[in-house]
């Protein structure tokens, strides 16, 4: 069952705000990969229909690394990393978002689960 909720988020200077359907009773996921490791980025994975971004585009930047597959969409004034697009394993376009940015967001009651992005 999912309890997918609306939630608002962005970027620390609010050129960047989206809103995302989301269900975070499901865990977050921390990963210790080069990028997230170094942000501490806690991270959850939805459709691209359940993302709008509402402002900012034309203040993100897109940074790809590794194999290039995410594009790492940073705010070019306050420099924070809201959110990510990327391909699932299915093919699918997804968005991952720093649940980290959204409004009203309490981290320290999500569940989190460790991923091993560094020896990926
Ligand atoms: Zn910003």
Known sequence: MSEA??????CQCGRVRYDVQVDLTQPVIACNCSMCGRAGTLLTFV???AFTLKSGGEALTDYKFNKH???HLFCSVCGIKSFARGVGRDG????????????EVDVD??????HDGRSR
């Open 109 to 114: 009651n999500l569940k989190v689960m460790k």
């Open 92 to 103: 699918s376009e997804q968005v991952a978002i720093n649940v980290r940015c959204l409004d």
């Open 47 to 49: 459709p691209t229909s």
């Open 5 to 10: 909720k609306k939630y608002a988020g962005g």
């Open 69 to 71: 597959v995410i594009h």
